[in-house]
């Protein structure tokens, strides 16, 4: 089956422009999480969703990040005015069953490819 | 605080040898734990999972990671490498802190002809 695809897969923009980044989860995974890789660093968790509960937004390195999901669908990553230091790979993983309040057996992440954004 | 170690940044095995990566976690209570593997400009791949049960976990491409209690450890080991492992291997555990994994830094793996 289909995994966990995103776009744009390269996404080159100016310092203080805006971008959005998608996400779309394997069909049927109820979570979606979002995380950061900078270069030769592990990956940072940034924003998880469940279902119809509020989202966490405990990794969220800035106000200027934002992320959006439409029920157990599609996500969108969103930078607002952005700076070279937010040059990464932002990588989506989506999950069968939910992560809190109880870790489960469904809760392995799978990942996108990512998207990997060089803010010049 | 709660976190996640791979004490080896790079590490270069001959091909045919055996491997050993590293992976220890700093948590009051046995995590759920998890080895990834990243190829160069692709996304992560789950390799194996332990959540409880038999602590020797059996994953994919050949890959066995066993859990040990007493030394924090979920150690990742494959008894003889293939050029094609050539990647960088990411130990992370759930339940550490809320709803997302922790990662530990990666090892870069590199294989000798």
């Known amino acids: 089956g289909a995994g966990v695809s995103q776009s744009p897969s390269n996404k080159v923009t100016e310092k203080g422009k805006d971008v959005e980044l998608r996400c779309d989860p394997i069909s049927g995974h109820t979570a979606l999480y979002w995380y950061r890789q900078r270069l030769g660093q592990g990956l940072e968790f940034l924003i998880y969703?469940?279902?119809?509960?509020?989202?966490?937004k405990s990794g969220l390195p800035s106000d200027r990040f934002s992320a959006e999901r439409t029920g157990e669908s599609v996500s969108t990553l969103t930078i607002q005015r952005t700076q070279q230091e937010d040059s990464a790979v932002y990588l989506c993983?989506?999950?069968?069953?939910?992560?809190?309040?109880?870790?489960?057996?469904?809760?392995?992440?799978?990942f996108g490819p990512g998207t990997r954004l060089l803010v010049l | 605080a709660q976190s996640v170690t791979q004490p080896d940044i790079h590490i270069t095995v001959s091909e045919g040898a055996s491997l050993e990566l590293r992976c220890n976690y700093s948590y009051g209570a046995t995590p759920y734990l998890f080895w990834y593997v990243q190829s160069p400009g692709q996304g992560l791949q789950l390799l194996l999972k332990?959540?409880?049960?038999?602590?020797l976990v059996q994953g994919i491409k050949g890959f066995e990671a066993e859990f040990k209690r007493s030394q924090s450890s979920f150690n990742l080991r494959k008894p003889s490498v293939h050029w094609s492992d050539a990647a960088e291997y990411f130990c992370?555990?759930?339940?550490?802190?809320?709803?997302?994994?922790?990662f530990g830094g990666g090892t870069r793996l590199m294989v000798k002809p």
């Open positions: 992370a555990a759930g339940g550490l802190a809320g709803n997302m994994l922790t």
């Open positions: 969703f469940q279902g119809n509960s509020a989202p966490d």
């Open positions: 993983a989506s999950s069968q069953g939910q992560a809190k309040p109880l870790f489960s057996p469904h809760s392995a992440q799978y």
């Open positions: 332990y959540f409880s049960g038999d602590t």
